[in-house]
């Protein structure tokens, strides 16, 4: 559980499990999980979920505002923009085969 905001050029690493991070984001930080990561406030950083592996880890996240988004290998930058319902919007990322897909959640 990290509850200190990530500056630009920071990574928290949680290996062999989920990352609960309680604060922002920033753009430039890392945050990445062998589970999957949770992220309480605005992600607009890097999330890598999944990363020994694990297809069935997901992204949760309280504002999605990522640049970088990835699970178990399969990722997605900034070049394609979020859809609008997730943008900005508490939403979910989980994989799908070899696609990832981006669910809005109701708080």
Same mark, same amino acid.
């Given at each position: 559980?990290?509850?200190?905001?990530?500056?630009s050029?920071?990574?928290?690493?949680?290996?062999?499990?989920?990352?609960?991070? %309680?604060? %922002?984001?920033?753009h430039?930080?890392?945050?990445?999980?062998?589970?999957s990561?949770?992220?309480?406030?605005?992600l607009?950083?890097?999330?890598i979920?999944?990363?020994?592996?694990?297809?069935?880890?997901?992204?949760y996240?309280?504002?999605?505002?990522?640049?970088?988004?990835?699970?178990?290998?399969?990722?997605?930058?900034?070049?394609?923009? %979020?859809?609008?319902e997730?943008?900005g919007?508490?939403?979910?990322?989980?994989l799908d085969?070899?696609?990832l897909?981006?669910?809005?959640?109701?708080?």
């Amino acid at each position: 559980v990290m509850d200190k905001p990530l500056r630009s050029g920071q990574r928290v690493y949680a290996k062999g499990s989920d990352l609960v991070v %309680l604060a %922002l984001v920033n753009h430039g930080a890392e945050v990445i999980a062998d589970g999957s990561v949770h992220v309480y406030a605005p992600l607009r950083g890097k999330a890598i979920a999944g990363a020994r592996g694990d297809t069935s880890a997901r992204i949760y996240a309280h504002s999605l505002e990522a640049e970088l988004l990835s699970i178990a290998g399969i990722y997605r930058t900034t070049e394609n923009p %979020l859809p609008a319902e997730v943008a900005g919007k508490p939403a979910q990322v989980l994989l799908d085969g070899e696609k990832l897909l981006m669910q809005p959640l109701s708080l």
